[in-house]
Nanobody, 124 residues
């Protein structure tokens, strides 16, 4: 079992920055890829970014490339999502998730464990 707890959500003006954290407990993350997904109002949940915990390799959705950065702190078993140049369309509930299959990181069905989500609201 892996427990995931997100934090860092809130309100921000367009163009601003926020950093989300995902603290994991229950199991070491070395066998997992850790991803961020988001679900905007009236939208389906979508892939944002993933980091392969063992290698540090990262993957991003086209919509956030160059603006968001995913990273990890091995000592704290924590994954971060640094978000900059935020846009109103980034408004969503952001979820952290853990994937052990490592086949298609953008496929939410691969992710075994999920956090409860944290709200990001970007005002124009």
């Amino acid at each position: 079992q892996v427990q995931l707890v997100e934090s860092g959500g809130g309100f921000v003006q367009a163009g601003g920055s926020l950093r989300l954290s995902c603290a994991a407990s229950g199991r070491a993350l070395s066998s997992y890829a850790m991803g961020w997904f988001r679900q905007g109002p009236g939208k389906e949940r979508e892939f944002v970014a993933t980091i392969v915990y063992s290698s540090g390799r990262t993957y991003y959705a086209d919509s956030v490339k160059g603006r968001f950065t995913i990273s990890r702190d091995n000592s704290k078993n924590t994954v971060f999502l640094q978000m900059s140049s935020l846009k109103p369309e980034d408004t969503a509930v952001y979820y952290c998730a853990a994937d052990r299959l490592g086949i298609n990181y953008s496929n939410e069905a691969e992710y075994e464990y999920w956090g409860q989500g944290t709200q990001i609201t970007v005002s124009s």
